[in-house]
């Protein structure tokens, strides 16, 4: 009798294990929770890469506007730089590469500051937030240095100054925050000489793209890169090829934080599975005490 | 057989010529750590912005983590399940859970770029994030695994406080409050052991949850959204392998008879164990259709195929032979197929699977990321060897009838 008991236990404690971890891999919705109050007014920047020369002066006004080494002016006209793959890293927030293998134009990378943020929704401490104005920006006070955020990112964009012993910074475009607050573009838009950038709400940016597609099809490949892309992305990119492959990563349309924060919010939807596998723990333990004694 | 074995601090002296060679590995990864802290870690490790994480996260967190497994599946056994014979092996459990939980917080403090805001997760929550969620729990099940060892220190002093010189007044008064703490732990124990439990699903499975962030960038053989699932079903199989593999070491250390006959029966759970893991990784490799990646040969392919061949398939035909499980030799092997594979299948999933699209260079550990790893657990062997000669953890037999009973039944629900 006490065996039998013990043994129907033991599949409900197998029972009630499988179910809560089952209950963590079902996503029950594929948005992510944590930037769902997006305002309309978010700010982008439209990225027409046809247009773009090449001159590198967003690098050095980017570096100058955030007090960066800067080279010289002239310096920055330089094609060897420019056919390097490089990365935005800590010198650098912003880099200009040139695609030509693929027959692509100049492509300037940056954070695309997603309207989903996978680094927001990895950040341990939250020090990675979406501001309302599209900005994802970086908290120094809050963050440990764990560079989960890196892992976490699609595009591979922010860096990690691992050098330092002390207060090392991650570092990634900020959308020039302290300038926008100011009623400035970022420095990257300003100083663009052929128009390349274009700053706006993120809806104005997309119809502005969309014009500009029906009124040169034969310019431009019929795709706004970022406006779906991993939930949106307020960085928004035309070109006369696809760019998804060489230049940016083939991402699907769900937002990127989407499948993990499910599993976590499954896993603690108001801390009923963990509670529930405590009570089952518990109620094991107290009736096998029983079956113990009653055999003694 | 009635309590034929007591737990008893292990007389034998400290130094041999193994533990001098651990304590030149251990010193040799001081000296990079000190590296660490006074020039940054990009001037010990080969990290870099396309690779953030390397084997400290991969190994020391991760795969210590999953190691540490056989302190709640023992717990889980021995306390929730009232198998008592199996209480040989739990203390041995819960020291090495406990070691290993400490060197895992002791591997991110030193892994996270400031290290002096550790606490931060304690104040600043982000329920969104798998890490967040594992390093609370890590902290939550650090504590309560201190809890628990609790009752060996008490057990250790009760009647025998003896303070030199002047503070020996305060003998009877530690004493006292010793036997009072002694008290209320054992009222009060089975709340922790569950907690103990509970928190650990939580966070084995979580730690799973961990890359699954990192989307395409891993590679399709490991990124799955059931990796909680596998993670904590290969904790699960991994923790008696890692009792069995530590008891027969240990006692051939000290020179004991190993306790063949209670881990013969502990090794009877593995094999099922084991069993469900490989059917869920085969299972998911079904659904998603991912086994067209092993008909390409190249080192993922190859190195998926050792973790899977190895470290689950051929240690669980191993535990399913009986006579496997009744020799000594057989059980070692074995479990250290098992260890050996939940151990790969970490550093898999965090560095081999790691694949960023456009990485400027590859990542391979350094000498000095080597040195700090092998350091860790170097000093996690000799820790244990000065525990378990100071604190009653191993059982040894002994011809005398069971002194203490209330002690090795510690933690019950009365």
Redesign the interface.
Known sequence: MGQSR?NFL?QLAAIG?TG???T??T?KNSI???SDNLSEERKGVLVDSTVCIGCRKCEWACQGAHEFKQDSFENYQNDETLNK???P??NNLTVVNKYRDEGLRTIKLQCMHCDYP?C????????ITKNENGAVVWDTD???????C???C?F?I????????L??KILKCDFCIERTSEGKFPACVSICPVEALTYGTREELITEAKRRIKNYPNKYYDHVFGEYEIGGTSWLYLADKNLAGPVF???SNNP??G???S???G??AYFVP?IA??AL??G???L??DT?KENQ | MEHTHIPTPISKKFFTPGVIFLTLLAANGIVFLAGRFLFGIGAVTNLNDQYPWGIWIGLDVAAGVALAAGGFTTAALGHIMHRDKYEAVIRPALLTALLGYTFVAVSVSIDIGRWYYIWHPLIMWNGNSALFEVGICVMFYLTVLYIEFLPIVTERFIGKVNLPWFFSRFNKLIDGLLRRLDKGLSKTMFIFIIAGVVLSCLHQSSLGTLMIISGPKMHPLWQTPILPLLFLLSAFAVGFPMVIMESLAASRSFGLKPETEILTSLSKFVGPLLGVYLLGKIGDMVIRETFVYLTEFNSISVLFGIEIIFGVIIPLRMFLSSTVRKSPSGLFIASLLVIFGVFFNRFNNFITAYNPPYALESYIPSFGEISVTLGFIALEILAYRLFVKIFPVISIPSEKVKIKTKYAIRGVVK
């Open positions: 013990r033991k294990t809560a971890a089952l963590s891999v996503p992510a929770k944590s793959m490089r990365r890293d800590i996978a927001e929704s990895a950040c341990i401490v939250g020090a809050k963050c440990i240095g764990c560079r989960y890196m892992v976490a699609p591979q922010p860096a990690f100054e691992y050098h330092k012993a207060d090392p990563p083939k991402l990127a934080p499948v993990s924060e599993i976590q919010h896993l603690f963990p596998v405590y723990l518990g094991i333990m107290w096998t005490k113990k």
